[in-house]
């Protein structure tokens, strides 16, 4: 590779970025990837109660609160990558968040499941955050 090849790489990966970031298809998948993030985080709020029953003993406090802060984490993250503010940030945060539901949550779930219907949810909750984990990140490599 020739150095003016080398001078023009940075320019033409930020002119393909862009192209692909301003894609309609992009835009749809923002969208369709944010709602059900929010719809999660709207559900996490609602259903404190319910969600605190899930949240590890070893965690200290009561357990609705760390479902509101997840609930409006969700939210938060959600509105931040849809509107494309602050979406790169939000995006890894998310990620890492949902890895953490994977590790802290799920994983345990599945292992301590009795019966197989129980074995079969845990693991669609385990592929459904790592593939929402996936797509935060993908979002996030896309942000500016």
């Avoid at 590890?56 to 509105?79: E, Q």
């Avoid at 949550?105 to 459904?128: E, V």
């Avoid at 984990?133 to 500016?144: E, Y």
């Amino acid at each position: 590779m020739c150095l003016s090849e080398r001078a023009l790489l940075p320019f033409f990966y930020q002119t393909v970025r862009l192209t692909i970031m301003n894609a309609p298809y992009i835009t749809l998948a923002r969208w369709l990837f944010c709602l059900p993030i929010v719809v999660f985080g709207i559900s996490h709020i609602i259903r404190a109660d319910m969600m605190a029953g899930m949240i590890p003993s070893y965690m200290p406090g009561p357990g609705n609160i760390y479902s509101y802060l997840i609930g409006i984490f969700l939210i938060a993250a959600g509105v931040a990558i849809a509107l494309r503010r602050k979406d790169k940030l939000a995006g890894i945060l998310l990620a890492a968040l949902l890895l953490v539901f994977v590790l802290a949550i799920h994983i345990p779930s599945f292992m301590g499941a009795t019966d197989d219907m129980s074995k079969a949810l845990s693991m669609t909750n385990i592929l459904k955050d790592i593939a929402l984990a996936g797509g935060a990140l993908t979002f996030s490599g896309l942000a500016k």
